[in-house]
């Protein structure tokens, strides 16, 4: 089957780090390139982060830009949104989406995981 | 940074009527525009590429059209399957990719 499992959520204090994973199976994961979009409690989507399908490549969301790090482990199909000195904004559903290319820049994001929750509460 | 400015908020429509939701961009963006569709508990699903591409197995009865800047898709006979919330995505100018804040489509 293919999908996007993402992992890792939870409820942290403000200042503190958490680590994000998505997992993907049922297609060639290292061929693609792997969006992080999250979205507050309900509001709408907000891109955060992009990696290349071989890591070469990393881009960040101004509101992110210095506090997350998106990396790759292609012998685990995986892929990881670390996160530290987390704010209360920053409270939200965190998705993994599939970029068609593998630079990204294609057309959509094709495939999209279930999510995993973060909140930031004192 | 591209804004996308979404029409209306939201929609209330009967079954087997048609659905109009727009999307605008502040500058232009030719076709690169994506449309998703998102239900509660869910991520979002893709169904619209290039404007007007429909994604493998989505229903005939959705459609995108426009160029530039002025964006629509239509949901033709909506089902109760439809009643959602969609959200326009650019992918022209990047990073940052962004979305319109959505529109609800419910059940009238």
Redesign the interface.
């Known amino acids: 089957q293919v999908q996007l499992v993402e992992s890792g959520g939870g409820v942290v204090q403000p200042g503190r780090s958490l680590r994000l994973s998505c997992t993907g199976s049922g297609f060639t994961f290292r061929s693609y390139a792997l969006?992080w979009v999250r979205q507050a409690p309900g509001k709408?989507?907000?891109?955060v982060a992009?990696i290349s399908y071989d890591g070469s490549n990393r881009?960040?969301?101004?509101s992110v830009k210095g506090r997350f790090t998106i990396s790759i482990d292609n012998s685990r199909n995986t892929r990881y949104l670390q996160m530290n000195g987390l704010r209360e904004e920053d409270t939200a559903v965190y998705?993994c989406?599939r970029d068609p290319h593998i630079r990204?820049?294609?057309?959509?994001?094709?495939?999209?995981?279930?999510?995993t929750l973060v909140t930031v509460s004192p | 940074e591209i804004v996308l400015t979404q029409s209306p908020a939201s929609l209330s429509v009967s079954p087997g009527e048609t659905a109009t939701l727009s999307c605008r961009a502040s500058q232009n963006i030719r076709t690169?525009l994506?449309w998703?569709q998102q239900k509660p508990?869910?991520?979002?699903?893709?169904l619209?590429?290039?404007a007007s591409?429909r994604?493998t197995g989505v229903p005939a009865r959705f459609s995108g059209s426009g160029s530039g800047t002025e964006f629509t898709l239509t949901i033709s006979s909506l089902q109760t399957d439809d009643f959602a919330v969609y959200?326009c995505?650019q992918?022209n100018n990047?990073?940052?990719?962004?979305?319109?804040?959505?529109t609800k489509v419910e059940i009238k």
Do not use: K
């Open positions: 969006h709408g989507l907000e891109w992009v881009y960040y969301a101004d998705y989406a990204a820049g294609g057309p959509g994001f094709d495939l999209w995981g279930r999510g | 690169d994506a998703y508990g869910q991520g979002p699903r893709l619209i590429f290039e591409t994604d959200y995505q992918y990047w990073p940052p990719w962004t979305f319109g804040q959505g």
